[in-house]
């Protein structure tokens, strides 16, 4: 069987960091595209000489042209420019909404079949342009966020009860920006609900509720300390564990930006809910019952998503 083909558009941070990932776990032979000449094609061959010191056995190649990206199973959308200090996720959106069009424009020409994980920020607002731009189908084409989210909330939880972080199931919905929504009821160690956990520690529920703002504002804390650029590695990894699930049909439930029509609410939106994946891409959005509070906060989140990508469609007038 030949070897799965990853394509990374972007070959940033995120984008170099996951050709390192992709090609050390052996997923596939992995191709770097990047606009900005002999960046990606210098990364590829920087990362081809780490094959024989960690032992992988993937080629790894790096191009400006689209037309390498041609058969690729999955591709992996960084493009774009990412946050300094001082910038929200949102100011990006006029920039980044151009490179979506070029990049959607790319993959219909070249790689339609491939299973499209977008984490260009605005988030929510981009993975809904690339789809209208690409017109891939909507289970093929699913944003990156609620992973990384919840990763960040599942580390300061197990820094708060000093437990491995192994054991903490923590839970993030909506869009991925200021009103995302760090579900306590639905977050857990190992099976014990973070709140009686809270209990038998003598954790006030107050600082809960810091760790749950400090998840909100996780990202734009790493852009502060960077102050050249945002996180990448947490973000790398994040998007490469959705693209397992995709290429071994692991059928995981993972917090994904995913199409949602009809459930929440929701009609037509990419927005963050449990997802499925499985071969068939995003199989099923499971839909969970929520306080009045949270339902409440999910409902901020949509209207933001909403708000974004009226700004799109006022941007370019080919998205509806
Ligand atoms: P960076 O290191 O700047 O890499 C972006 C790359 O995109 C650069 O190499 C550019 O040359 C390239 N690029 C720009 N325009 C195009 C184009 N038209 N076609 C192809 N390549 C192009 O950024 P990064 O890797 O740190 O971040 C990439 C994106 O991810 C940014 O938009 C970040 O805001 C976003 N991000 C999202 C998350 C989420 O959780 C969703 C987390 C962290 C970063």
Known sequence: MARKKIALIGSGMIGGTLA?????????????????????????????????????????????????????????????????????????????????????????????????????????????????????????????????????????LAWEFDCSVKDVNAFVLGGHGDTMVPVLSYSTINGIPVKDMAKIKGIPESRLDEIVARTRAGGGEIVGLLKTGSAYYAPATSAISMAQAYLGDQKRILPCASYVEGKYGVDGLYVGVPTRIGAGGTEDVIEIELSDEEANNLKVSVDAVEELLDACRGLDASLV
């Open 20 to 156: 390192h990932l992709a090609a050390k776990a052996e997923m596939g032979d992995v191709v770097l595209f990047d606009i900005a000449e002999g960046m990606p094609q210098g990364k590829a061959l920087d990362l081809s000489q780490c094959g024989p010191v960690e032992g992988f056995d993937a080629k790894i190649t790096g191009t400006n042209d689209y037309a390498d990206l041609a058969g690729a199973d999955v591709v992996i959308v960084t493009a774009g420019v990412p946050r300094k200090p001082g910038m929200s996720r949102d100011d990006l959106l006029g920039i980044n909404l151009s490179v979506m069009k070029a990049v959607g424009e790319g993959i219909k020409n070249n790689c339609p079949n491939a299973f499209v994980i977008c984490i260009t920020n605005p988030l929510d607002a981009m993975v809904w342009a690339l789809r209208e731009f690409s017109g891939l189908p909507h289970n093929m084409v699913v944003g990156m966020a609620g992973v990384l989210d919840s990763a960040r909330f599942a580390t300061f």
